[in-house]
């Protein structure tokens, strides 16, 4: 039976018998949007990436329709991976919809992860009574149609605006090319269990160490929301990185790498 591991595509490297630190991308990515973040930490730490079922070069046979409906799937394969990786007590850096994949493995296994990074974590996307997550249910609803009936349309149109920083329009179309790679009918049930998703109370009991990394201007993530996430996990850090878009892993790299350093 192929391993978690070779599953989901695991590259260990960095300082062997160091902490680890696992880095998870966001939806529609894969390991390589760590490419200018990861290397950062080799000296120190051991890392560990790898690409979630669906996704990168993640094997097909590691995606399942039914367990992945849920956020709950995702993580359980990360605690699969983190476990048999021999990890214990390290350092989880999740990106986006991983921040909250990461929060619940952390919750199911403590012992695996001392901290974590989340970077533009959003524990629901749209607006609910006096909760602000950005969007309303008919704009979720159209987004995701627009996915349904076009995917390619919808890579090329939300790619840049997810990315924002249009005055560098390499990164923009790096996310395109990288969301039109994925599998359309993955995306389009992964987007649906991102978006259509409610974690609020799941941000409660985590006992790890909490970093928030926010960017000033984040279409997908605003700042209301990462104040939120911070409010409602005492004791986190929340730190608002002077950038643009949801990708700080992308475009400013070397302000997510000082911020995770200061952490750790």
């Not at 476990?83 to 850096?93: I, L, M, W």
Request: glycine share 10%; with cysteine; aromatic share 8%.
């Amino acid at each position: 039976m192929e391993s978690a591991l070779e599953r989901h595509n695991v590259r260990i490297g960095g300082a062997a018998g160091g902490k680890t630190i696992m880095f998870a991308h966001g939806f529609g990515c894969d390991q390589n949007m760590w490419r200018f973040v990861a290397p950062a930490f080799e000296d120190r730490f051991r890392t560990l990436l790898f690409d979630h079922a669906g996704s990168g070069q993640a094997d097909p046979s590691a995606y399942d329709v039914k367990r992945h409906s849920s956020l709950e799937g995702y993580a359980d394969d990360v605690i699969a991976v983190a476990q048999e990786a021999g990890v214990e007590g390290g350092v989880f850096v999740g990106h986006s919809v991983s921040a909250i994949i990461g929060i619940l493995a952390t919750k199911r296994a403590p012992e695996l992860f001392e901290s974590l990074v989340l970077i533009g974590p959003s524990p629901r996307y749209i607006d609910d009574g006096g909760y602000v997550g950005g969007f309303s249910e008919e704009q979720i609803g159209e987004l995701l149609d627009f996915l349904d009936n076009n995917h390619m349309g919808w890579s090329h149109a939300m790619a840049p605006l997810i990315m924002g920083n249009a005055d560098r329009p390499e990164l923009g179309e790096e996310l395109t090319d990288s969301f039109c790679r994925t599998d359309p009918e993955i995306a389009k049930r992964f987007a649906r269990t991102t978006f259509l998703s409610d974690n609020r109370s799941d941000l409660h009991g985590v006992e790890a160490r909490v970093l928030i990394l926010q960017c000033r201007d984040d279409l997908i993530a605003p700042l209301c929301v990462g104040d939120y996430v911070h409010r409602a996990m005492p004791g986190s850090e929340l730190v608002v990185l002077d950038a643009t878009g949801h990708c700080p892993n992308l475009s400013a790299p070397a302000q997510t790498i000082a911020a995770i350093e200061a952490f750790v």
